[in-house]
């Protein structure tokens, strides 16, 4: 297999709808003009600590998913009440049963 890497111009090309719609995409804009060059600083700081915290709230939803499912049973008699369980002699044969003397 052969692969044809972009060139730089295509890899520009190529990048441009990622770059011009992530979150932080506005940010350059607010350091371009002199009226809000201040709040660049500050918006990036602000975008950093917005994407702290959405992890930290990810990792957290994951172990707690992750502690969820290690507490579940893993077998099917495990999740039967202790009264219910019965042992194979007790159990009625599955499916269709054939008696001596009939037609079947």
Do not use: F, K, N, Y
């Amino acid at each position: 297999m052969c692969w044809i890497l972009p060139t730089p111009r295509e890899r520009h090309l190529l990048a441009g709808p990622r770059l011009h719609d992530s979150a932080g995409a506005g940010i350059p804009a607010l350091a371009a003009d002199p009226a809000t060059a201040d709040a660049d600083a500050e918006a990036e700081q602000a975008l950093v600590q917005a994407s702290r915290i959405t992890t930290g709230i990810a990792a957290g939803v994951l172990l707690v998913g992750g502690a969820v499912t290690s507490a579940l049973p893993h077998r099917a008699a495990d999740r039967a009440p202790p009264e219910s369980r019965t042992s194979r002699a007790e159990r009625p044969p599955r499916g269709r049963v054939r008696t001596r003397g009939t037609a079947g």
